[in-house]
Every structure is written in structure tokens, then in C-alpha cells.
């Protein structure tokens, strides 16, 4: 079975360039969610989506940030207009809970998106 | 609030030795525990979760981890350290459930010694 995956592994932007990040779940999973490491910084939450629903979004910075999920599958997250600060490794994770708590409700983390703003 | 306290943000132990890494959480209600671990040019990995049950969690690749609510403490522990170790740690915690949003520590970096 496939994992998260992202898309691209990195990208280098100018400040107040538009980039889109990409991420697919593993099939199947309703969960969706984004993070975010600063260089330094701890992993912070983003949002979480549960199909195409955004449940919770309250780690989204500010507006420059939008992140969709048009049909429940995969996702988009978009930084328009990058900063310096929005430089960092952007990582996606999918679930899919089953109510018990148990190994299904595991997120499962991709491998990350290295954003450079320069 | 949650939060998510790990101590020392680089730990350095020779190969065979003991594996120690502090985790202090603060939660207002009961949490999920979670170890992850990213290794070089990866993403990251649950090492071991704790949802409520035995408070000793093993998991992969040897490691465990004990949740002590008297404490508030869940430090991941080795008995003995390999070269393939070598990774950075994170522990985290989530409410609710471990679909909820999970608040990350700092991370600490491992190195082995040979």
C-alpha cells in the first residue's frame, strides 16, 4: 500500500511568488491534515480536513494560506504571496479513525515539502 | 492548554549503551502519547503511541516508552543503541483522540557513538 505522498520535495521561491504544494493520503483515508517546521521550531499544526471538510483550521497562519481538498482525495495548500518567513519543511499526514482508538486512528506522516523563500 | 516539553535538544550515546529520551507533557485533559522519529531524508514515523491502555508501550525497533501520569512525564528508552538509531525524536501529544491535531516537541537529535 502506498504512503503519504507530497509533491515536489522541495521548491525555492522568490518572496511574493505563489506556490502550491501538493498532497496525496494514503487511499482511503478521510483524515487529512497539515504541518509545518520552521527551521529551529517545533512541528506545528496547520489544519485537518475529513474529506473535503475542513474541520479544524485554526494553525493556519493568515490568509496567504489556503489549503483545499476538492473531492475528498487529495489535497492542495497554497502560499500567496510567500514570505521569507513561510520557509520551512511542509508536512502532510492522513487517518482513518475507527472509533476505538486503536492502531487505524495512527497518522500517517509523508515525507515533506522543503520550502525556501528567498 | 497541551504542550509538549522535550529536554535536550541533542543527546549523544555510544553504540550498546542506554537510549534515554525526556518527555514532559502538560494536558488538561487525559492524552495521547506519541513517539515519532524522522531519520535522514525521510518522513516521519510512529515509533509508539500510549491511548489509555498499559502505560509501558513498546514499539518499534526495540524502543518503549512509559507514561507516568504522577509525572507527567513519557521518555522513550532503549535498552541498547545501534548506529541505525541515529534520527531525530519527537514527542507529541493530542486530545480527544489520536485523529485530533497532534502538538509536537521540539525534537531531540540522536547521535550514536561507535
Known amino acids: 500500500e502506498a504512503g503519504v505522498t507530497q509533491f515536489p520535495s522541495h521548491s525555492v521561491i522568490e518572496k511574493g511568488q505563489t506556490v502550491t504544494l501538493r498532497c496525496d493520503p494514503i487511499s482511503g483515508h478521510d483524515n487529512l491534515y497539515w504541518y509545518r517546521r520552521v527551521m529551529g521550531k517545533e512541528i506545528k499544526f496547520l489544519l485537518h480536513f475529513v474529506k473535503e471538510s475542513k474541520q479544524d483550521e485554526s494553525g493556519m497562519p493568515n490568509n496567504r494560506f489556503l489549503a483545499e481538498r476538492t473531492g475528498g482525495t487529495y489535497s492542495t495548500l497554497k502560499v500567496q504571496p510567500a514570505e521569507l518567513e513561510d520557509s520551512g519543511v511542509y508536512f502532510c499526514?492522513?487517518?482513518?479513525?475507527?472509533?476505538?482508538?486503536?492502531?487505524?486512528?495512527?497518522?500517517?506522516f509523508g515525507p515533506g515539502t522543503r520550502l525556501t523563500v528567498l | 492548554a497541551q504542550s509538549v516539553t522535550q529536554l535536550g535538544s541533542h543527546v549523544s550515546v555510544s553504540e550498546g549503551a542506554l537510549v534515554l529520551l525526556r518527555c514532559n507533557y502538560s494536558?488538561?485533559?487525559?492524552?495521547?502519547l506519541f513517539w515519532y522519529v524522522q531519520y535522514p531524508n525521510q518522513g516521519l514515523q510512529l515509533l509508539l503511541k500510549?491511548?489509555?491502555?498499559?502505560?509501558l508501550v513498546k514499539g518499534i525497533n526495540g524502543f518503549e516508552a512509559e507514561f507516568k501520569k504522577s509525572e507527567t512525564s513519557f521518555h522513550l528508552t532503549k535498552p541498547s543503541a545501534h548506529m541505525s538509531d541515529a534520527a531525530e525524536y519527537f514527542c507529541?501529544?493530542?486530545?480527544?483522540?489520536?485523529?485530533?491535531?497532534?502538538?509536537f516537541g521540539s525534537g531531540t537529535r540522536l547521535s550514536i557513538r561507535p
Open positions: 499526514a492522513s487517518s482513518q479513525p475507527s472509533g476505538r482508538g486503536d492502531s487505524t486512528d495512527t497518522q500517517y
Open positions: 507529541a501529544v493530542s486530545m480527544y483522540s489520536s485523529a485530533s491535531k497532534i502538538i
Open positions: 494536558s488538561s485533559v487525559p492524552p495521547y
Open positions: 500510549y491511548t489509555s491502555a498499559a502505560t
